[in-house]
């Protein structure tokens, strides 16, 4: 894909769809609609996205940082990088611009040490793993990692990267650059695939490269693009399903709706809880058992009021490192009847946790059930669908009502915006208001 010719309007798309409230939709909607049909709506952070536009333009790389002021920085004060305070990370700043990802990595003490090796993973794809990943030695030297067309891994040396560190450490990462040793590594490059770019630093110890000292939160950015902003606000006539978010706390969307792992062609949306960092599962913990996920065990409660047509609670939980077939379905489940000919689906519920029984009338907010690993799950989350009845015939696209959208686990997101109904997007972090 070239970086500039042909890809402004599509990059504009996805950038103002991605908090939206609506798509177009038919019963009938495939993965190819999904892609064609979305609409240009008013963002809430036009004005912010321009602002730090202009100051990113003047960064300089100078490891003094005095020029990011204004870059939202994401902080980690936790201290625990075991006694070695220069790779103790204090904050991290990201600015993705039109040729280039800008990054500030800021430690206990920098001046006078430079034995830090950094690891830089970053997502920015459609998709919910890491797309590539780079690690910076303390001689300036950087390798590149990415997964093949056949998934695995795999690295090469890379030239072009440019770090200064004195105050603080500045990164600059070409597009160009990453493009042709993505390229050399067998990977896509696919810039224009998100609307902003999430970024994971680490500190190694310089001795040992795969010794993790310290993990900051991610942080993230949209693109820092304002010639792609419009104003535009475009109505959407078709109606979506509305129901209010049922957990609680801050949660991912892992995968949204045509995903493409199982939500292929279905409107479904899968939630997970994560650390500040990303992490799944609690860091040093057993990465084969369900309790260690933070998902487990978590209150689901009725995202509608109506009436229970399906319970199902006794299918067991497998362990996350078995991935059941596609057959085995959603595993424990509510169904939940809205009365307008669509029912509302909680999936891969906690075996023996449900609360609610066929037949009983639930009203919003009553207790279902717990979130668990059942059926074909690959760790414990939490599956929602709204589906035509009877059962089974077509899923239907759903929006959340009163919530609060960002790009990081944290209440004081910069990102944040309070949404009275948002259909929910693959990579977003979503709480109730």
């Not at 998934?151 to 990267?161: F, N």
């Not at 078709?238 to 995903?259: C, D, H, N």
């Not at 307008?340 to 059930?369: F, I, K, M």
Request: net charge negative; proline share 5%.
């Amino acid at each position: 894909m070239a970086f500039r010719a042909g890809c402004g309007w599509w990059l504009l798309s996805v950038l103002l769809a991605a908090l939206g409230t609506s798509l177009s939709y038919s019963e009938q909607a495939n993965a190819d609609d999904f892609s064609h049909q979305q609409k240009l709506v008013a963002l809430p952070f036009n004005k912010q996205i321009e602002q730090f536009e202009k100051i990113a333009n003047q960064i300089v790389l100078d490891g003094k940082g005095d020029d990011w002021q204004g870059i939202p920085a994401i902080a980690d004060i936790k201290g625990d990088a075991g006694g070695k305070p220069t790779r103790d990370i204090l904050s991290v700043r990201v600015a993705p611009r039109e040729d280039d990802l800008l990054l500030l990595i800021a430690t206990a003490t920098a001046k006078g040490d430079v034995a830090r090796r950094f690891r830089i993973r970053v997502d920015a794809w459609l998709d919910r793993t890491d797309d590539f990943a780079i690690d910076l030695g303390e001689d300036e030297s950087a390798w590149l990692s990415a997964p093949g067309p056949d998934g695995v891994w795999k690295s090469t040396t890379i030239q072009g990267i440019e770090r200064k560190t004195d105050q603080v450490t500045e990164v600059r990462i070409p597009l160009k650059v990453l493009e042709a040793g993505l390229k050399q590594l067998g990977s896509a490059y696919r810039r224009f695939d998100r609307a902003w770019v999430r970024a994971n630093v680490s500190t190694l110890d310089w001795r040992n490269n795969t010794r993790l000292m310290d993990e900051a939160p991610s942080c993230a950015s949209f693109w820092l693009l304002s010639q792609m902003l419009h104003t535009e606000d475009t109505r959407d006539p078709v109606k979506r399903v509305t129901v209010e978010f049922p957990l609680m706390s801050i949660w991912y969307v892992g995968q949204g709706a045509m995903g493409s792992l199982s939500h292929k062609n279905q409107w479904a949306y899968d939630f997970f809880r994560t650390d500040q960092s990303g992490n799944y599962f609690k860091p040093g913990t057993d990465k084969d058992a369900n309790a260690s996920y933070l998902s487990w065990n978590q209150e689901v409660y009725a995202l509608v009021a109506g009436r229970v047509i399906d319970v199902r609670a006794d299918r067991p939980d497998h362990p996350p490192t078995i991935i059941l077939p596609q057959q085995v379905s959603d595993g424990n489940r509510v169904y939940i009847d809205t009365g307008g000919g669509v029912a509302l689906d909680a999936s891969h519920l906690q075996a023996n946790s449900a609360a609610v029984s066929q037949g009983e009338v639930v009203r919003v907010g009553s207790p279902l059930g717990k979130v668990g690993n059942s059926g074909h799950s690959t760790s414990p989350h939490l599956h929602m669908a709204a589906w035509r009845l009877p059962q089974g015939t077509a899923t239907v696209p759903l929006q959340l009502a009163k919530v609060v959208v960002g790009l990081h686990n944290t209440v004081d997101d910069p990102w944040a915006a309070r949404m009275q109904t948002w259909a929910p997007q693959e990579g977003f972090y979503v709480r109730r208001q």
